[in-house]
C-alpha cells in the first residue's frame, strides 16, 4: 500500500479497502446480492468455487457508538443472507476490511493459499448454526437452600448460637467458609452437568466472558454448534439444569457459527 | 464523615480502591486465623482474642463502606479483580478440571 506523500493530502481521501463479510462456498450464478455497511452493494469474490463475500469500504475511524452499532446490524444482516443462500459460512468477526486498492486481488489469492483450510472448515459448520447457552444463580436462593438442605452446615450453625463474643466471630467466619465452598463446588457440578452433556451431543466452546444479568451472576456461557435436529437433545439438558431452583438457562441463537471459525 | 457531593469521582474511585484491598487482606486473615483454629494451634483466650480483632474490622470495613457511600465502588473493583484473576488461572487448566472449571472463584 503507497504512503500518501505530504505534498497531496487529497490522497488520503481516495483511500480504499475492502470490508470483509464471510466465505462461503457455491455458485454465484445469479449473483448474491444485499446491501452491506452504509448501504454499499455487497458483491463475492471467487476462487474455485470458495466465495468471499465483501464490499467496497475506505478504512475509517468512527467514534459514533450509534453509527458502530449500525455497522454491525447491517454486517449481520448480510452474514445472515449469506447463510440463508449458501447453506455454510465462515463469518468473519465485525471490522475486518483489507485497506488499499488491491483489496479484492489479496482476497483472491488468500483464498487460494487457504483453500484446503477454508474448505474443511466450512465441511465442519456445514448444516450447522450456533447457539449460545448461558447459566445463571442466584446466589440468595442457592445459599439459603443450601443452609436449609445440608446437614453439615446446619450443625455447624446450631454449633455457632452457643458461642458468644470473639469465639462467636470465628465461628461465623467459618460458616461462611464451608457455604462459600459448598456453593462453589455446587456451581461447578452445575457446569460439568452441563458441559458433559452438551459435548457429547455437540461441538462446545466454552466463552471466557462471565458476567451478571437479571439479578443473576453467570456460572457457566458455552457456545454450541448444532444441527437442526440436535435441538431438541439440547433442550432436554437444558431443561434439567433450569429445574433446580435458583438456577435459569439462557438459550440464543441460531447464529452464523462466529465462534467455530 | 460527611462526604461533599461536589466531590470528583477520583475520591470516590480511590476510596473504594483502598478499602476493597484492605477487605481482601482481612479476608486473607480470616482464612489463616480458621486455619489455625482448625490445626487447633490457637487456644481458647487466642481464639476470643482473634475472633474480637476481626469482627472489630469487619465492622470497620462495613462502616467505611456505608458512610462514604462506596459499596458499589468496592464492589466493582472486587469483580474487576476476580475477572483478572480468571483470565490469569484461564491458562492454567489442569487435567482433571474442565475449562471453566471455577471452584474456588466464585465470591
Redesign the interface.
Known amino acids: 500500500m503507497e504512503k500518501p506523500t505530504a505534498s497531496a493530502p487529497a490522497e488520503l481521501q481516495g483511500l480504499r479497502g475492502t470490508y470483509l463479510y464471510c466465505v462461503a462456498e457455491g455458485d454465484v450464478d445469479p449473483p448474491f446480492a444485499a446491501a452491506g455497511l452504509e448501504g454499499k452493494e455487497v458483491y463475492a469474490i471467487e476462487y474455485m468455487g470458495l466465495v468471499a463475500i465483501a464490499c467496497d469500504c475506505p478504512p475509517s475511524r468512527v467514534e459514533d457508538a450509534a453509527r458502530v452499532e449500525k455497522w454491525m446490524i447491517a454486517h449481520q444482516s448480510v452474514v445472515d443472507k449469506a447463510m440463508e443462500r449458501f447453506g455454510a459460512v465462515l463469518p468473519f468477526g465485525f471490522g475486518r476490511i483489507i485497506a488499499g486498492d488491491s483489496g479484492g486481488n489479496r482476497v483472491r489469492e488468500w483464498l487460494e493459499s487457504s483453500h484446503g483450510i477454508l474448505k474443511r472448515k466450512l465441511e465442519r459448520v456445514r448444516g450447522k448454526a450456533e447457539y449460545g447457552v448461558q447459566v445463571f444463580w442466584d446466589q440468595e436462593i442457592m445459599t439459603r437452600r443450601l443452609m436449609r438442605d445440608n446437614q453439615r452446615i446446619e450443625g455447624l450453625r446450631k454449633e455457632g448460637e452457643e458461642k458468644r463474643g470473639g469465639t462467636a466471630f470465628m465461628h461465623e467466619i467459618k460458616l461462611e467458609k464451608v457455604i462459600k465452598e459448598d456453593l462453589a463446588a455446587r456451581a461447578n457440578e452445575c457446569f460439568r452437568f452441563l458441559y458433559r452433556g452438551v459435548s457429547e451431543l455437540c461441538e462446545v466452546k466454552v466463552e471466557r466472558v462471565y458476567g451478571s444479568a437479571e439479578g443473576g451472576r453467570m456460572i457457566a456461557n458455552i457456545s454450541c454448534l448444532l444441527k437442526d435436529t440436535q435441538i431438541k437433545a439440547l433442550g432436554e439438558i437444558l431443561e434439567k439444569v433450569n429445574d433446580e431452583e435458583g438456577i435459569y438457562v439462557r438459550f440464543t441463537g441460531p447464529w452464523p457459527p462466529y465462534s467455530f471459525v | 464523615m460527611p462526604i461533599d457531593i461536589k466531590e470528583d469521582n477520583v475520591r470516590q474511585g480511590l476510596l473504594g480502591l483502598v478499602v476493597a484491598l484492605t477487605e481482601i487482606i482481612v479476608e486473607t486473615l480470616?482464612?489463616q486465623?480458621?486455619r489455625r483454629?482448625?490445626r487447633g494451634s490457637l487456644d481458647?483466650e487466642e481464639?476470643?482474642?482473634?475472633?474480637?480483632?476481626?469482627?472489630e474490622l469487619?465492622l470497620a470495613i462495613e462502616g467505611m463502606k456505608e458512610d462514604y457511600g462506596i459499596r458499589e465502588s468496592v464492589r466493582s473493583v472486587r469483580d474487576g479483580l476476580d475477572?483478572a484473576l480468571?483470565?490469569i488461572l484461564?491458562g492454567f487448566i489442569s487435567e482433571d478440571m474442565?475449562?471453566?472449571?471455577?471452584?474456588?472463584?466464585?465470591?
Open positions: 480470616k482464612h486465623a480458621i483454629m482448625e481458647e481464639t476470643e482474642r482473634l475472633g474480637r480483632v476481626l469482627k469487619d475477572s480468571d483470565d484461564g474442565e475449562p471453566g472449571d471455577k471452584s474456588g472463584l466464585l465470591s
